[in-house]
Protein backbone atom coordinates (compact mmCIF):
# COMPACT_ATOMS: atom_id res chain seq x y z
CA UNK A 1 0.00 0.00 0.00
CA UNK A 2 1.49 3.37 -1.07
CA UNK A 3 0.93 6.27 1.28
CA UNK A 4 3.20 8.92 -0.83
CA UNK A 5 1.71 12.07 -2.36
CA UNK A 6 3.44 13.49 -4.96
CA UNK A 7 6.02 16.32 -3.94
CA UNK A 8 5.12 19.01 -6.34
CA UNK A 9 4.77 22.97 -4.93
CA UNK A 10 5.48 21.58 -1.42
CA UNK A 11 6.97 24.48 0.89
CA UNK A 12 10.31 23.71 3.02
CA UNK A 13 11.87 26.34 5.42
CA UNK A 14 15.36 26.66 4.95
CA UNK A 15 18.16 28.69 7.10
CA UNK A 16 17.74 32.38 4.94
CA UNK A 17 14.23 30.96 2.66
CA UNK A 18 12.50 28.81 1.08
CA UNK A 19 12.57 25.54 -0.95
CA UNK A 20 9.83 24.84 -3.56
CA UNK A 21 9.73 20.66 -4.46
CA UNK A 22 8.86 20.55 -8.21
CA UNK A 23 7.80 17.49 -9.97
CA UNK A 24 9.95 14.48 -10.40
CA UNK A 25 10.37 14.87 -13.93
CA UNK A 26 12.00 18.23 -14.10
CA UNK A 27 15.63 18.80 -14.37
CA UNK A 28 16.11 20.48 -11.31
CA UNK A 29 13.45 18.94 -8.78
CA UNK A 30 13.64 21.63 -6.49
CA UNK A 31 13.18 25.84 -6.37
CA UNK A 32 15.27 27.99 -3.94
CA UNK A 33 13.93 31.19 -3.06
CA UNK A 34 15.93 33.53 -0.42
CA UNK A 35 13.23 35.62 2.23
CA UNK A 36 14.48 38.81 0.51
CA UNK A 37 13.54 37.62 -2.80
CA UNK A 38 10.35 35.97 -1.79
CA UNK A 39 9.06 39.82 -0.10
CA UNK A 40 9.98 41.04 -3.64
CA UNK A 41 7.61 38.23 -5.51
CA UNK A 42 5.49 39.26 -7.88
CA UNK A 43 1.64 38.10 -6.99
CA UNK A 44 0.82 37.97 -10.77
CA UNK A 45 3.82 35.62 -10.96
CA UNK A 46 3.85 31.71 -12.28
CA UNK A 47 5.55 30.81 -9.00
CA UNK A 48 3.77 33.40 -6.68
CA UNK A 49 0.37 31.52 -7.83
CA UNK A 50 2.17 27.76 -8.06
CA UNK A 51 3.20 28.41 -4.07
CA UNK A 52 0.02 29.65 -3.01
CA UNK A 53 -1.95 27.00 -4.67
CA UNK A 54 0.15 23.95 -3.08
CA UNK A 55 0.21 25.74 0.57
CA UNK A 56 -1.47 24.86 3.63
CA UNK A 57 1.59 23.10 5.70
CA UNK A 58 5.18 24.43 6.05
CA UNK A 59 7.42 21.67 6.51
CA UNK A 60 10.87 22.50 8.50
CA UNK A 61 13.12 19.72 7.49
CA UNK A 62 16.23 18.02 10.02
CA UNK A 63 18.65 20.51 8.89
CA UNK A 64 16.91 22.98 10.49
CA UNK A 65 15.90 21.20 13.81
CA UNK A 66 17.49 20.34 16.75
CA UNK A 67 16.46 16.57 17.49
CA UNK A 68 16.66 13.67 20.33
CA UNK A 69 15.19 10.86 21.43
CA UNK A 70 15.15 8.53 24.75
CA UNK A 71 13.00 5.97 26.45
CA UNK A 72 11.03 6.90 29.34
CA UNK A 73 9.54 4.34 31.89
CA UNK A 74 5.57 4.46 32.14
CA UNK A 75 5.74 5.92 35.74
CA UNK A 76 7.30 8.51 34.07
CA UNK A 77 4.26 10.05 32.41
CA UNK A 78 3.02 12.29 34.69
CA UNK A 79 6.45 14.24 34.58
CA UNK A 80 6.68 14.12 30.94
CA UNK A 81 6.92 18.25 30.38
CA UNK A 82 9.64 18.55 33.19
CA UNK A 83 11.64 15.34 31.85
CA UNK A 84 11.58 16.93 28.38
CA UNK A 85 12.71 20.22 29.58
CA UNK A 86 15.48 18.84 31.58
CA UNK A 87 16.95 16.33 29.30
CA UNK A 88 16.22 18.07 25.75
CA UNK A 89 15.78 21.99 25.88
CA UNK A 90 18.00 22.21 28.97
CA UNK A 91 20.85 21.24 26.84
CA UNK A 92 20.47 22.81 23.74
CA UNK A 93 23.32 25.86 22.38
CA UNK A 94 20.36 28.16 22.58
CA UNK A 95 18.16 29.14 25.31
CA UNK A 96 14.53 28.03 25.78
CA UNK A 97 13.38 31.76 25.08
CA UNK A 98 15.16 31.53 21.16
CA UNK A 99 13.20 28.60 20.74
CA UNK A 100 9.79 26.64 19.56
CA UNK A 101 9.67 23.60 20.72
CA UNK A 102 7.63 20.19 21.12
CA UNK A 103 7.62 16.50 21.85
CA UNK A 104 6.03 13.13 20.68
CA UNK A 105 5.46 9.74 22.79
CA UNK A 106 4.94 6.28 21.28
CA UNK A 107 3.92 3.84 23.65
CA UNK A 108 4.73 0.57 24.31
CA UNK A 109 7.93 0.99 21.83
CA UNK A 110 9.47 -1.52 23.08
CA UNK A 111 6.30 -3.77 23.83
CA UNK A 112 7.35 -3.35 27.74
CA UNK A 113 4.81 -0.19 28.82
CA UNK A 114 7.56 2.53 28.22
CA UNK A 115 7.30 5.12 26.00
CA UNK A 116 9.60 6.08 23.61
CA UNK A 117 9.83 10.18 23.54
CA UNK A 118 11.02 11.99 20.00
CA UNK A 119 12.02 15.81 20.91
CA UNK A 120 12.06 18.70 18.10
CA UNK A 121 13.50 22.38 18.56
CA UNK A 122 13.76 24.79 15.97
CA UNK A 123 14.91 28.72 15.93
CA UNK A 124 12.23 30.95 17.60
CA UNK A 125 13.83 33.93 14.98
CA UNK A 126 13.38 31.81 11.99
CA UNK A 127 9.64 30.47 12.48
CA UNK A 128 8.92 33.86 13.41
CA UNK A 129 10.37 35.37 10.54
CA UNK A 130 9.30 33.17 7.83
CA UNK A 131 5.46 33.22 9.24
CA UNK A 132 5.44 37.15 8.64
CA UNK A 133 7.03 36.84 4.68
CA UNK A 134 4.33 34.50 4.34
CA UNK A 135 1.11 36.30 6.43
CA UNK A 136 2.46 39.26 4.48
CA UNK A 137 1.87 37.91 1.01
CA UNK A 138 -1.78 36.36 1.84
CA UNK A 139 0.40 32.67 1.70
CA UNK A 140 -2.22 31.07 3.92
CA UNK A 141 -0.23 28.14 6.10
CA UNK A 142 -2.14 25.78 8.35
CA UNK A 143 0.53 23.90 9.98
CA UNK A 144 4.34 24.09 10.68
CA UNK A 145 5.39 20.41 10.81
CA UNK A 146 8.83 18.85 11.48
CA UNK A 147 9.44 17.04 8.15
CA UNK A 148 11.28 14.06 9.13
CA UNK A 149 8.18 12.98 11.30
CA UNK A 150 6.39 12.42 8.07
CA UNK A 151 9.03 9.51 7.66
CA UNK A 152 9.03 8.01 10.79
CA UNK A 153 4.81 7.92 11.24
CA UNK A 154 5.09 6.51 7.87
CA UNK A 155 7.21 3.55 8.78
CA UNK A 156 6.70 2.71 12.18
CA UNK A 157 2.63 1.91 10.11
CA UNK A 158 4.21 0.39 7.11
CA UNK A 159 6.82 -1.70 8.57
CA UNK A 160 5.49 -2.16 12.09
CA UNK A 161 7.00 -6.09 12.41
CA UNK A 162 10.22 -4.95 11.23
CA UNK A 163 10.68 -2.55 13.94
CA UNK A 164 9.60 -3.91 16.59
CA UNK A 165 12.64 -6.86 15.71
CA UNK A 166 14.91 -3.89 16.70
CA UNK A 167 14.28 -4.15 20.30
CA UNK A 168 13.38 -7.86 20.32
CA UNK A 169 16.77 -8.77 19.21
CA UNK A 170 18.46 -5.67 19.63
CA UNK A 171 19.47 -4.83 15.95
CA UNK A 172 18.99 -1.88 14.04
CA UNK A 173 17.43 -0.90 10.42
CA UNK A 174 17.80 2.18 8.35
CA UNK A 175 15.19 3.31 6.17
CA UNK A 176 16.08 5.36 3.29
CA UNK A 177 13.98 7.86 1.55
CA UNK A 178 14.11 10.95 -0.83
CA UNK A 179 12.87 14.02 -1.87
CA UNK A 180 14.24 16.85 -4.07
CA UNK A 181 17.81 16.11 -3.66
CA UNK A 182 17.84 15.17 -0.54
CA UNK A 183 17.85 11.82 1.41
CA UNK A 184 16.48 10.98 4.56
CA UNK A 185 17.46 8.45 7.15
CA UNK A 186 14.93 7.15 9.49
CA UNK A 187 17.32 4.71 11.97
CA UNK A 188 15.33 2.98 14.81
CA UNK A 189 17.84 1.20 16.97
CA UNK A 190 17.66 0.04 20.58
CA UNK A 191 18.82 3.10 22.52
CA UNK A 192 16.16 4.93 20.24
CA UNK A 193 15.10 6.66 17.05
CA UNK A 194 17.72 8.58 14.86
CA UNK A 195 16.19 11.20 11.75
CA UNK A 196 18.62 12.94 10.05
CA UNK A 197 18.80 14.12 6.44
CA UNK A 198 21.79 14.58 3.49
CA UNK A 199 22.75 15.73 0.26
CA UNK A 200 22.13 12.66 -2.08
CA UNK A 201 25.81 13.15 -3.16
CA UNK A 202 26.94 12.55 -0.04
CA UNK A 203 25.36 9.36 1.14
CA UNK A 204 28.02 7.26 0.96
CA UNK A 205 30.01 8.68 3.87
CA UNK A 206 26.91 9.22 6.08
CA UNK A 207 25.90 6.12 5.75
CA UNK A 208 29.10 4.26 6.82
CA UNK A 209 28.98 6.83 9.07
CA UNK A 210 26.17 5.76 10.72
CA UNK A 211 26.95 2.21 10.30
CA UNK A 212 30.34 2.94 12.16
CA UNK A 213 28.50 4.49 15.54
CA UNK A 214 25.83 2.27 15.70
CA UNK A 215 28.18 -0.76 15.62
CA UNK A 216 30.63 0.76 17.95
CA UNK A 217 29.05 2.79 20.02
CA UNK A 218 25.35 1.23 19.99
CA UNK A 219 26.86 -2.42 20.11
CA UNK A 220 24.81 -3.52 17.66
CA UNK A 221 25.81 -6.73 15.96
CA UNK A 222 23.15 -6.74 12.88
CA UNK A 223 22.38 -3.88 10.27
CA UNK A 224 19.85 -3.43 8.10
CA UNK A 225 18.96 -1.35 5.44
CA UNK A 226 15.78 -0.47 2.92
CA UNK A 227 14.93 1.71 0.19
CA UNK A 228 11.56 2.07 -0.65
CA UNK A 229 10.59 -1.64 -1.71
CA UNK A 230 13.67 -3.99 -0.82
CA UNK A 231 16.98 -4.47 1.74
CA UNK A 232 19.74 -3.86 0.80
CA UNK A 233 23.46 -4.57 1.36
CA UNK A 234 25.56 -2.25 2.78
CA UNK A 235 28.72 -3.08 0.21
CA UNK A 236 26.05 -2.15 -2.52
CA UNK A 237 25.02 0.93 -1.41
CA UNK A 238 28.94 2.32 -0.89
CA UNK A 239 29.81 1.36 -4.11
CA UNK A 240 26.70 1.76 -6.66
CA UNK A 241 24.16 4.13 -5.26
CA UNK A 242 22.30 3.60 -8.49
CA UNK A 243 21.02 0.99 -7.28
CA UNK A 244 18.53 2.80 -4.85
CA UNK A 245 14.94 2.62 -6.02
CA UNK A 246 14.05 5.41 -4.20
CA UNK A 247 10.42 7.23 -4.15
CA UNK A 248 11.70 10.80 -4.52
CA UNK A 249 8.19 11.51 -2.70
CA UNK A 250 6.93 12.88 0.85
CA UNK A 251 4.93 10.59 2.67
CA UNK A 252 1.57 11.53 3.01
CA UNK A 253 0.80 13.89 5.75
CA UNK A 254 -2.77 12.04 6.70
CA UNK A 255 -0.25 9.41 8.67
CA UNK A 256 -0.52 10.30 11.84
CA UNK A 257 -2.65 13.53 11.27
CA UNK A 258 -3.45 14.10 14.97
CA UNK A 259 -0.57 13.49 16.49
CA UNK A 260 1.58 15.92 13.82
CA UNK A 261 -1.22 18.49 14.90
CA UNK A 262 0.05 18.18 18.47
CA UNK A 263 3.93 18.81 17.45
CA UNK A 264 2.32 22.07 15.01
CA UNK A 265 5.31 25.00 15.79
CA UNK A 266 2.24 27.48 14.66
CA UNK A 267 0.24 26.61 17.69
CA UNK A 268 2.86 28.07 19.20
CA UNK A 269 3.38 31.66 17.96
CA UNK A 270 2.26 34.34 19.74
CA UNK A 271 0.76 36.30 17.49
CA UNK A 272 -1.23 33.51 15.98
CA UNK A 273 -2.23 33.25 19.64
CA UNK A 274 -3.10 37.11 19.98
CA UNK A 275 -5.16 36.69 16.15
CA UNK A 276 -7.27 33.78 17.68
CA UNK A 277 -8.02 35.58 21.17
CA UNK A 278 -8.89 39.09 18.96
CA UNK A 279 -11.50 36.91 16.91
CA UNK A 280 -13.23 36.02 19.67
CA UNK A 281 -13.60 39.03 21.31
CA UNK A 282 -14.61 40.56 18.37
CA UNK A 283 -17.78 38.39 17.44
CA UNK A 284 -18.58 39.03 21.40
CA UNK A 285 -18.59 42.43 20.78
CA UNK A 286 -20.61 42.45 17.60
CA UNK A 287 -23.04 40.28 19.34
CA UNK A 288 -23.57 42.75 21.55
CA UNK A 289 -23.43 45.54 19.24
CA UNK A 290 -26.03 43.63 17.25
CA UNK A 291 -28.23 42.87 20.62
CA UNK A 292 -28.52 46.89 20.88
CA UNK A 293 -29.34 47.67 17.36
CA UNK A 294 -32.16 45.56 17.63
CA UNK A 295 -33.14 46.67 21.24
CA UNK A 296 -33.53 49.75 19.51
CA UNK A 297 -34.92 49.47 16.16
CA UNK A 298 -37.82 47.30 18.31
CA UNK A 299 -38.24 50.12 21.06
CA UNK A 300 -39.09 52.63 18.30
CA UNK A 301 -42.10 50.41 17.26
CA UNK A 302 -43.81 48.82 20.32
CA UNK A 303 -42.41 51.23 23.41
CA UNK A 304 -44.36 49.60 25.86
CA UNK A 305 -43.71 46.28 25.12
CA UNK A 306 -40.15 46.75 24.30
CA UNK A 307 -39.56 48.46 27.22
CA UNK A 308 -40.38 45.06 29.05
CA UNK A 309 -38.40 43.09 26.83
CA UNK A 310 -35.19 45.81 26.94
CA UNK A 311 -35.04 44.95 30.90
CA UNK A 312 -34.96 41.20 29.78
CA UNK A 313 -32.24 42.18 27.04
CA UNK A 314 -30.18 44.43 29.59
CA UNK A 315 -29.94 41.18 32.50
CA UNK A 316 -28.95 39.62 28.69
CA UNK A 317 -26.15 42.13 28.20
CA UNK A 318 -25.19 41.65 31.68
CA UNK A 319 -24.91 38.33 31.85
CA UNK A 320 -23.06 38.11 28.01
CA UNK A 321 -20.59 40.74 29.93
CA UNK A 322 -19.98 38.49 33.10
CA UNK A 323 -19.33 35.40 30.38
CA UNK A 324 -16.92 37.41 28.45
CA UNK A 325 -14.87 38.37 31.36
CA UNK A 326 -15.09 34.95 31.94
CA UNK A 327 -13.70 33.99 28.62
CA UNK A 328 -10.94 36.55 28.98
CA UNK A 329 -9.49 35.32 32.31
CA UNK A 330 -9.65 31.67 30.76
CA UNK A 331 -8.00 32.70 27.67
CA UNK A 332 -5.18 34.73 30.06
CA UNK A 333 -5.40 31.20 32.01
CA UNK A 334 -4.29 29.10 29.01
CA UNK A 335 -1.81 31.79 27.89
CA UNK A 336 -0.03 31.22 31.38
CA UNK A 337 -0.08 28.13 31.57
CA UNK A 338 1.36 27.53 28.04
CA UNK A 339 4.35 30.07 29.26
CA UNK A 340 4.44 27.92 32.29
CA UNK A 341 4.12 24.72 29.72
CA UNK A 342 7.06 26.14 28.29
CA UNK A 343 9.42 26.18 31.27
CA UNK A 344 8.57 22.72 31.99
CA UNK A 345 9.70 21.11 29.14
CA UNK A 346 13.29 18.92 28.13
CA UNK A 347 15.42 15.88 27.34
CA UNK A 348 18.57 13.88 28.52
CA UNK A 349 21.25 14.56 25.92
CA UNK A 350 21.68 16.65 22.39
CA UNK A 351 22.72 14.82 19.55
CA UNK A 352 21.11 17.09 17.13
CA UNK A 353 22.65 14.85 14.17
CA UNK A 354 26.08 15.54 15.60
CA UNK A 355 26.53 11.66 16.03
CA UNK A 356 28.78 11.89 12.75
CA UNK A 357 30.63 14.69 13.87
CA UNK A 358 31.50 13.43 17.46
CA UNK A 359 32.68 9.65 15.96
CA UNK A 360 35.03 11.53 13.24
CA UNK A 361 36.31 13.68 15.99
CA UNK A 362 36.86 10.66 18.37
CA UNK A 363 38.96 8.60 15.39
CA UNK A 364 41.12 11.84 14.02
CA UNK A 365 42.54 13.16 17.23
CA UNK A 366 46.03 11.72 18.19
CA UNK A 367 47.03 9.60 21.04
CA UNK A 368 47.19 11.03 24.17
CA UNK A 369 45.07 14.07 23.42
CA UNK A 370 42.32 15.02 26.43
CA UNK A 371 39.46 17.15 25.44
CA UNK A 372 38.39 19.68 28.49
CA UNK A 373 35.93 21.21 26.46
CA UNK A 374 33.88 20.41 23.17
CA UNK A 375 30.67 22.86 22.03
CA UNK A 376 28.67 22.93 18.77
CA UNK A 377 26.42 25.08 17.45
CA UNK A 378 24.68 24.58 13.94
CA UNK A 379 27.53 24.10 11.42
CA UNK A 380 29.88 25.21 13.81
CA UNK A 381 32.66 24.20 16.11
CA UNK A 382 32.43 26.52 18.38
CA UNK A 383 35.25 25.33 21.17
CA UNK A 384 37.13 22.44 21.55
CA UNK A 385 39.45 22.90 24.53
CA UNK A 386 42.19 20.59 25.15
CA UNK A 387 45.86 19.37 26.00
CA UNK A 388 48.50 17.12 23.58
CA UNK A 389 51.73 16.32 23.64
CA UNK A 390 51.77 18.28 20.19
CA UNK A 391 48.72 21.09 19.67
CA UNK A 392 49.68 21.24 15.81
CA UNK A 393 49.45 17.44 15.30
CA UNK A 394 45.60 17.88 16.92
CA UNK A 395 45.29 20.82 14.09
CA UNK A 396 46.80 18.58 11.44
CA UNK A 397 44.50 15.61 12.74
CA UNK A 398 41.29 17.52 12.15
CA UNK A 399 42.27 19.41 9.28
CA UNK A 400 42.24 16.11 7.15
CA UNK A 401 39.40 14.62 8.64
CA UNK A 402 36.82 15.62 5.38
CA UNK A 403 33.64 16.88 8.53
CA UNK A 404 36.00 20.16 9.22
CA UNK A 405 37.03 23.01 7.57
CA UNK A 406 38.23 26.19 8.20
CA UNK A 407 39.54 25.28 11.22
CA UNK A 408 41.95 27.76 13.86
CA UNK A 409 43.81 28.11 16.93
CA UNK A 410 42.22 30.52 19.38
CA UNK A 411 44.55 32.63 20.91
CA UNK A 412 48.33 31.11 21.60
CA UNK A 413 48.92 27.47 22.15
CA UNK A 414 49.70 27.20 26.49
CA UNK A 415 52.82 25.05 26.98
CA UNK A 416 52.71 23.48 30.62
CA UNK A 417 54.09 20.29 32.49
CA UNK A 418 50.93 18.46 31.05
CA UNK A 419 51.59 19.29 27.38
CA UNK A 420 50.24 21.95 24.91
CA UNK A 421 47.00 23.54 25.91
CA UNK A 422 44.87 24.78 22.60
CA UNK A 423 41.31 25.50 21.89
CA UNK A 424 40.57 25.25 18.09
CA UNK A 425 37.35 26.49 16.60
CA UNK A 426 35.79 26.45 13.14
CA UNK A 427 33.28 24.68 10.25
CA UNK A 428 31.43 21.44 10.44
CA UNK A 429 30.98 19.97 6.98
CA UNK A 430 27.25 19.28 6.93
CA UNK A 431 23.96 19.10 4.43
Not at 178 to 190: C, L, W
Not at 236 to 260: E, M, Y
Not at 336 to 363: P, W
Not at 379 to 401: C, F, H, I, Y
Amino acid sequence: MNKYFNVSDRLILENQGFVILEPENTVDNQTYISFEDFKELDKQSSLYKKIQKGQGILFVPASQLFMDSFFLPEKGRNRIDEIVRVKFVNKLPLTENELYYSYFLEQNIPDNGSYLVICFAVKRELIDTAYKILSEKKIKIKHIIPLPLLFYFYHIEEDKERVKNVYREQEAIIFLDTYGNKISFTVFHPDGVYLRTVQGENLSPELKNTVNYLKEYQQVARIRIYDSYKELELADVLTDRSILNLDRKLPDQKIGRKILKTLDFLARLPANKKKRINGYRFSIALLIFLIIIVNIFSLSLYIKQENEKLVSLQKEMEELQTAMLELERIQEEILMGEKKGDLYRGILEKKRSYLSSLYQLSISLPEGAKINQLSFREDKLVLLNGQAVSATRVMEALQASSLFTNLEFIGGIVISGEGEGFRIAGDIVND
